[in-house]
C-alpha cells in the first residue's frame, strides 16, 4: 500500500512530488521563505558571504601589521592634506566617510517614500545617493593617484613596511568595486522608479533590496575607516 502511494507521488516522469513543488516554487520566482520576499532574501545571503569576505581582510590586515618588523607608516601624515603650507591629516578620510554616511540617509529616505508611493521623491533620493557614491569614488581615486605619485606601490613604499600598499590597495580597492556597483545599481533602479515601473507591478521592494546593499556598503566601510586609517 505505501509503495503504491510513493508511487502514485512520483508521477509524472518518476519525480517526487516534493521536488516538483520545489522546482515549480524556484523556476516561478515566489516567496520561498514563509513571510520573506524572495529578493530580500537572496540579497541578505550575498551581504552574509560578503560579510565573510571582508572580514578576512580586514583580519589579515591586522594580522599583518602585527607581525611586521619594520615600522608601520603614520595614517595620519601618509593621509594628510596640505592647506596653506599645513598638513590637516586625514581630511580627505573624513570628507569622504561624512560623504558615504551622508547617502545612507538619502537611502534610508528613499525606500521610505518608495513605499508611499511617492514616485518622484524616491527616484530623486535615489539619485542623491548615486551622486554621493559617485563622489567618495571619485574622492577614492584622487587618494589613489596622489599616493601612487607619492612612491606608494603593492610591494612598497617610502615609509615603512612593504606591506602597507598591498593592504591599502587591495582593501580600499575592493570596497570602492563595491561601491562603484551600488552607484550603477541605484541609476538602473531610480531609472525604474522614475518610469514608473514598481507603480504598476505594485512591489516597490527593489528600493528597499538596493538599500540594503547600500547601507552594507556604509557599514563596511566604517569598519576600514576604524582599523585601517585610525589605527
Not at 79 to 101: C, E, K, N, W
Not at 104 to 133: D, E, I, Q
Request: hydrophobic share 50%.
Amino acid at each position: 500500500m505505501e509503495q503504491g502511494q510513493v508511487a502514485a507521488e512520483a508521477e509524472p516522469g518518476g519525480v517526487p512530488a516534493a521536488l516538483r513543488g520545489f522546482a515549480t516554487d524556484w523556476s516561478a520566482d515566489q516567496e520561498t521563505f514563509r513571510h520573506v520576499h524572495w529578493g530580500k532574501a537572496m540579497i541578505w545571503i550575498f551581504l552574509l558571504s560578503d560579510t565573510f569576505i571582508f572580514s578576512s581582510f580586514l583580519v589579515s590586515y591586522m594580522t599583518m601589521r602585527a607581525s611586521v618588523t619594520q615600522p608601520w607608516p603614520n595614517p595620519s601624515e601618509v593621509f594628510a592634506l596640505s592647506f596653506g603650507g599645513q598638513p590637516i591629516p586625514l581630511i580627505l578620510i573624513a570628507i569622504m566617510t561624512f560623504v558615504l554616511i551622508s547617502s545612507s540617509g538619502t537611502m534610508a529616505m528613499a525606500v521610505n517614500f518608495g513605499y508611499r508611493r511617492n514616485r518622484k521623491v524616491t527616484a530623486g533620493l535615489m539619485l542623491a545617493t548615486a551622486l554621493l557614491g559617485a563622489t567618495f569614488v571619485g574622492m577614492q581615486a584622487f587618494e589613489w593617484s596622489k599616493l601612487i605619485h607619492e612612491g606608494v606601490r603593492p610591494w612598497g613604499n617610502p615609509w615603512g613596511a612593504a606591506q602597507f600598499g598591498a593592504c591599502f590597495f587591495m582593501i580600499t580597492g575592493f570596497h570602492g568595486l563595491h561601491v562603484s556597483g551600488g552607484v550603477i545599481i541605484l541609476l538602473v533602479v531610480a531609472l525604474k522608479v522614475w518610469r514608473g515601473h514598481y507603480e504598476r507591478s505594485g512591489d516597490y521592494s527593489a528600493v528597499e533590496i538596493a538599500g540594503l546593499y547600500w547601507h552594507f556598503v556604509d557599514l563596511v566601510w566604517v569598519f576600514i575607516f576604524a582599523f585601517f586609517y585610525l589605527w
